[in-house]
């Protein structure tokens, strides 16, 4: 017996309306623009982040590292330091380099002069490397430099910034003051690397070879120059 006939069933769905498929089409855009700023972030931290996992995680010479690594990592803050012909220049000007950061008031005692000694060593140490690290001492204080600095600090950047401001930015190890030691920013400005208070030669030497393999990390996207 041949079935019987039956109606078909018929659902009708409504259609969207033009102002919600807009917002439909709008929203998948968004979530795509956003994926591709992630990506594009992801692409220009990627080297710096390889330089680092290379320097600190792989470490193919076996050798301890002698500076200390800031965790998290200290960005260059928004303010105006003062050149020694008293203009005003943003700190994050500085940004760009990989800087090698003493810091003292005007007056320099023997331990700054020691500080500034090595410091211009280690940097010279680097030989073709040297121009893609700076030289910087931040005075912590409203005081003439000394003349008899002039010399050393040919080459160098010297800029003021109040003590409080520095502060907020660099610290030094505990019991120890901020003149004790020597800093290590990188070319994105960020205060990654504290050196041991009061180094002398022998530590000098295990710095300049972490800041050969530092060099040697970031090589492949960092060009003197700013």
Known sequence: MQASDEPLGLTVHSMPSPAQAL????????????????????????????SYFTYYVVRPEGRS??????????????????????????????????LLVAVADAACDALCEQQLYLQRQLRESLGREKDRMDRVWLVSDAAPVPPRLDNGLHGATVLRVPAADLARWLTPTAGHALAEHL????PLGNWMMRFPARMDASGAARAKRDLDRLMRAS??????GR
């Open 23 to 50: 917002d439909g089409a709008e929203g998948r855009r968004t979530v795509r623009g956003r994926w591709k700023m992630i990506l594009v972030l992801l692409c220009c931290a990627a080297p710096v982040i390889a």
């Open 65 to 98: 590292v002698y500076g200390e690594l800031i965790d998290p990592q200290h960005p260059l803050p928004s303010l105006n330091a003062t050149t020694p012909d008293g203009r005003t220049m943003p700190l994050t000007s500085l940004k760009g380099q990989w």
């Open 183 to 186: 800093f290590v920013v990188d």
């Open 219 to 224: 090589a492949s996207w960092d060009e003197p």
